[in-house]
T-cell receptor
Framework: GQSLEQPSEVTAVEGAIVQINCTYQ??????LSWYQQHDGGAPTFLSYNALDGLEETGRFSSFLSRSDSYGYLLLQELQMKDSASYFCAVSEDSSYKLIFGSGTRLLVRP | DTAVSQTPKYLVTQMGNDKSIKCEQN?????MYWYKQDSKKFLKIMFS???????INETVPNRFSPKSPDKAHLNLHINSLELGDSAVYFC???????????FGPGTRLTVT
């Protein structure tokens, strides 16, 4: 079967660094994506990893280890506006289908 | 200049009714999707079309029927609505397979 696991909730302080982990078990693997969703809003694309290693985009970085079926999203210099839900999603093959995790709710406190 | 738009934003209707949700994208993308997000925020793909051709059809009741008149539009028609259909429905589009998808603002469907 398919499963993606991520923590349900994470709390951090403004200015800090937080890491949101994602482990996956899928029949195939093509790449791992991360999406951000604010309450009442739409998911927005953050990053995509197809190969092992770290991808950096501004304050956000995403890491992938294919051998460990594991990835994480790293958010640095946290701001209040980063309070949102974060979803990891797996592409099992070169098709158009994404399998989403259940999401991690990040709360940034002053 | 909305990239992916959906109408309506809110839809409240009674059980047994038939309703449609419309989606349009002006990004020139070849692929469009419908997702359902339930009350626990679990996001699950329902359908995907590539150049008007159905390419993903997940285990969805046949009361749900997508229609793509052209590659910029993907509509969702739902027959005989049930209480369990209450959710937020998101349309999305992408140029490349799978990864970077652009989501519409969502349609919150409430069935009473």
């Amino acid at each position: 079967g398919q499963s993606l696991e991520q923590p349900s909730e994470v709390t951090a302080v403004e200015g800090a660094i937080v890491q949101i982990n994602c482990t996956y078990q899928t029949s195939g693997f093509y790449g791992l994506s991360w999406y951000q969703q604010h309450d009442g809003g739409a998911p927005t694309f953050l990053s995509y990893n197809a190969l092992d290693g770290l991808e950096e985009t501004g304050r956000f970085s995403s890491f992938l280890s294919r051998s460990d079926s594991y990835g994480y999203l790293l958010l640095q210099e946290l701001q209040m506006k980063d309070s949102a839900s974060y979803f990891c999603a797996v592409s099992e093959d070169s098709s158009y289908k994404l399998i989403f995790g259940s999401g991690t709710r990040l709360l940034v406190r002053p | 200049d909305t990239a992916v738009s959906q109408t309506p934003k809110y839809l409240v209707t009674q059980m047994g009714n038939d309703k449609s949700i419309k989606c349009e994208q002006n990004l020139g993308h070849d692929t469009m999707y419908w997702y359902k997000q339930d009350s626990k925020k679990f996001l699950k793909i329902m359908f995907s079309y590539n150049n008007k051709e159905l390419i993903i059809n997940e285990t969805v009741p046949n009361r749900f029927s997508p229609k793509s008149p052209d590659k910029a539009h993907l509509n969702l028609h739902i027959n005989s609505l049930e209480l369990g259909d209450s959710a937020v429905y998101f349309c999305a589009s992408s140029q490349d397979p799978g990864n970077e998808q652009y989501f519409g603002p969502g349609t919150r469907l409430t069935v009473t």
